[in-house]
């Protein structure tokens, strides 16, 4: 901003922000309304349309602290990334349902990890890493067809039509909307519960509409999933558990 503070940045900084807080400032071509977002680490981000009000943006943000504080007190107290041992009987849970892993020969038949008679099978890896990777690979591909047969209905439900999906690692994040329409969601997800699978989706499926996390988009949310508040709830108890791939 040439060393100029934007007047929004500084209604918002005039705000009774905690002071351990770290935000950031955004002015975007293609927003019409007020979004913020909390990273992974807990930073706070502020991105407002062009000729937003500075009075509006602080009524905004000032209504939304109690909430907004309670979010970035989770993120930052979250315990660190679980890790597995690849050993027979470690558990791994696939939508909702907990297994066991056993670690078969690498000769037999099949050779690709498998659900079988309740165990998660792995074909003997080379190293640690090269496992780890194989069963997220089984993730995504599981969750690849779980999603694609899902996704329709739900898209239905929230009145949108995705251009397409996908299932990888998203690093931190659970989920993502493309600009040009792509859903994405992090093969971890598909440890959780289907209805809590069903909310990183539809939570996707609502930023076709509305790119904020405001009031619109909370109507959005709510309408497809009126238990969204519970669903939510039970979201941020279970999703600090989640793998995602590291092993030991």
Same mark, same amino acid.
């Given at each position: 901003?040439?060393?100029?503070?934007? =007047?929004?940045?500084?209604?918002?900084?005039? !705000?009774?922000?905690?002071?351990?807080?770290?935000?950031?400032?955004?002015? /975007?071509? #293609? #927003? /019409?309304?007020?979004?913020?977002?909390?990273?992974?680490?807990? /930073?706070?981000?502020?991105?407002?349309?062009?000729?937003?009000?500075?009075?509006?943006? &602080?009524? &905004?943000? #000032?209504?939304?602290?109690?909430?907004?504080?309670?979010?970035?007190?989770? *993120? $930052?107290?979250?315990?660190?990334?679980?890790?597995?041992?690849?050993?027979?009987?470690?558990?791994?849970?696939?939508?909702?349902?907990?297994? $066991?892993?056993?670690?078969?020969?690498?000769?037999?038949?099949?050779?690709?990890?498998?659900?079988? $008679?309740?165990?998660?099978?792995? =074909?003997?890896?080379?190293?640690?890493?090269?496992?780890?990777?194989?069963?997220?690979?089984?993730?995504?591909?599981?969750?690849?067809?779980? !999603?694609? &047969?899902?996704?329709?209905? !739900?898209?239905?439900?929230?009145?949108?039509?995705? /251009?397409?999906?996908?299932?990888?690692?998203?690093?931190? #994040?659970?989920?993502?909307?493309?600009?040009?329409?792509?859903?994405?969601?992090?093969?971890?997800?598909?440890?959780? =519960?289907?209805?809590?699978?069903?909310?990183?989706?539809?939570?996707?499926?609502?930023?076709?509409?509305?790119?904020?996390?405001?009031?619109?988009? *909370?109507?959005?949310?709510?309408?497809?999933?009126?238990?969204?508040?519970?669903?939510?709830?039970?979201?941020?108890?279970?999703?600090?558990?989640?793998?995602?791939?590291?092993?030991?």
């Amino acid at each position: 901003m040439n060393g100029t503070v934007h =007047p929004v940045q500084q209604a918002i900084a005039s !705000l009774p922000l905690p002071e351990e807080w770290e935000w950031e400032f955004e002015v /975007r071509p #293609r #927003r /019409r309304t007020l979004g913020i977002d909390v990273a992974p680490d807990g /930073r706070v981000s502020f991105a407002v349309p062009p000729g937003a009000d500075p009075r509006e943006v &602080a009524d &905004a943000v #000032r209504s939304r602290l109690p909430r907004l504080a309670d979010e970035v007190r989770r *993120r $930052r107290n979250r315990p660190a990334t679980p890790v597995k041992e690849l050993v027979d009987g470690t558990g791994f849970a696939y939508l909702g349902r907990r297994h $066991r892993l056993r670690v078969v020969p690498a000769d037999e038949e099949p050779r690709q990890v498998r659900l079988h $008679r309740g165990w998660l099978e792995l =074909p003997r890896p080379t190293d640690r890493s090269e496992g780890g990777r194989r069963i997220a690979d089984w993730y995504t591909e599981r969750g690849r067809h779980w !999603l694609s &047969a899902r996704m329709p209905s !739900l898209a239905g439900v929230v009145g949108v039509s995705p /251009r397409g999906l996908e299932i990888r690692d998203l690093g931190l #994040r659970w989920g993502a909307c493309g600009p040009d329409g792509t859903i994405t969601v992090h093969w971890a997800v598909l440890q959780l =519960p289907a209805s809590l699978v069903d909310l990183v989706l539809v939570h996707e499926l609502c930023h076709l509409r509305v790119s904020g996390h405001g009031a619109e988009f *909370r109507g959005c949310l709510r309408r497809a999933l009126p238990d969204a508040d519970e669903r939510e709830r039970r979201f941020a108890e279970e999703e600090p558990e989640l793998w995602r791939g590291r092993v030991r």
